[in-house]
């Protein structure tokens, strides 16, 4: 375990919506790497506590942070709370996300303000807050790889993704060297419990690599963003090839051509 001492010298990084599912493996997976983590959650309480307790018995210091990041005047508290607490913080994981399955016909101006807020406006106000309050250090956002489709069907969520990757190059421009900035965008890695078997493995069938991605792939992304110093506002696609399936309709892919 480690002493007063050590924790104030310790590198800490601050996980968004880190209680559960990609987020937590993200953030035990940091503990592993030496870092104390302040985990964010907006309202899996139970689960947050239950994941600091694992990553505390993983010898890291670990404290819980609730915040609704969809209220962006807070944020910069959220940011002042964690440093206070973790001195040595030298990361920030911007995981959490909110995800809604509209068009925009179908969208209600809340479910458009939830996504434009948390998944976009969230990591840039604490990016920038990070970036004023740390040294040095790196920024990793998580996105997906829908960012490279055009689904009409996801529109307020695929909208406020691929702006994450706006804000991911230019905070990249404006904080080097100091600070680096890169995302990861996964593929089918963890869908969701309403999925079919059936539908996974169709998804599967479209991959190229033909194989389901699995929290490790991730993580082995994550490392490299941080190991290496010369990556710099990019993102890292991490699906398979999935993303590079864009071929489209034509006469040549048409069912009765021959």
Same mark, same amino acid.
């Given at each position: 375990?480690?002493?007063?001492?050590?924790?104030?010298?310790?590198?800490?990084?601050?996980?968004?919506?880190?209680?559960?599912?990609?987020?937590?493996?993200?953030?035990?997976?940091?503990?592993?790497?030496?870092?104390?983590?302040?985990?964010?959650?907006? #309202? #899996?309480?139970? *689960?947050?506590?239950?994941?600091?307790?694992?990553?505390?018995?993983?010898?890291?210091?670990?404290?819980?942070?609730?915040?609704?990041?969809?209220?962006?005047?807070?944020?910069?508290?959220?940011?002042?709370?964690?440093?206070?607490?973790?001195?040595?913080?030298?990361?920030?994981?911007?995981?959490?996300?909110?995800?809604?399955?509209?068009?925009?016909?179908?969208?209600?101006?809340?479910?458009?303000?939830?996504?434009?807020?948390?998944?976009?406006?969230?990591?840039?106000?604490?990016? *920038?807050?990070? *970036?004023?309050? $740390?040294?040095?250090?790196?920024?990793?956002?998580?996105?997906?790889?829908?960012?490279?489709?055009?689904?009409?069907?996801?529109?307020?969520? $695929?909208?406020?993704?691929?702006?994450? /990757?706006?804000?991911?190059?230019? #905070?990249?421009?404006?904080?080097?060297?100091?600070?680096?900035?890169?995302?990861?965008?996964?593929? /089918?890695?963890?869908?969701?419990?309403?999925? #079919?078997?059936?539908?996974?493995?169709?998804?599967?069938?479209?991959?190229?690599?033909?194989?389901?991605?699995?929290?490790?792939?991730?993580?082995?992304?994550?490392?490299?963003?941080?190991?290496?110093?010369? /990556?710099?506002?990019?993102?890292?696609?991490?699906?398979?090839?999935?993303?590079?399936?864009?071929?489209?309709?034509?006469?040549?892919?048409?069912?009765?051509?021959?």
């Amino acid at each position: 375990m480690t002493d007063a001492s050590d924790a104030i010298r310790a590198p800490a990084v601050l996980v968004t919506g880190g209680a559960v599912r990609l987020g937590r493996a993200f953030a035990l997976h940091l503990a592993r790497r030496g870092y104390d983590v302040a985990l964010h959650y907006g #309202s #899996s309480e139970d *689960a947050a506590k239950e994941t600091a307790r694992t990553i505390r018995e993983e010898g890291r210091q670990c404290r819980i942070f609730q915040a609704d990041l969809a209220d962006l005047e807070g944020l910069g508290t959220l940011l002042d709370q964690v440093r206070l607490a973790f001195p040595g913080l030298s990361l920030l994981v911007n995981n959490a996300s909110v995800y809604f399955e509209r068009r925009m016909t179908t969208t209600t101006p809340e479910e458009l303000r939830a996504c434009l807020h948390v998944n976009t406006a969230a990591p840039y106000l604490l990016t *920038a807050a990070f *970036a004023r309050g $740390v040294k040095r250090g790196d920024v990793v956002n998580i996105i997906d790889n829908k960012i490279h489709f055009h689904q009409v069907d996801y529109a307020p969520y $695929v909208i406020s993704k691929q702006a994450l /990757v706006e804000v991911t190059r230019l #905070s990249a421009l404006e904080f080097a060297p100091d600070i680096r900035v890169n995302a990861i965008a996964p593929g /089918v890695v963890m869908p969701a419990s309403s999925r #079919s078997d059936d539908y996974v493995q169709w998804r599967i069938d479209g991959i190229p690599a033909r194989k389901q991605g699995d929290r490790e792939h991730l993580l082995m992304a994550l490392d490299y963003l941080l190991d290496n110093d010369f /990556v710099c506002g990019q993102v890292l696609t991490v699906d398979g090839g999935e993303g590079l399936m864009r071929e489209g309709r034509h006469f040549g892919n048409y069912p009765d051509y021959q």
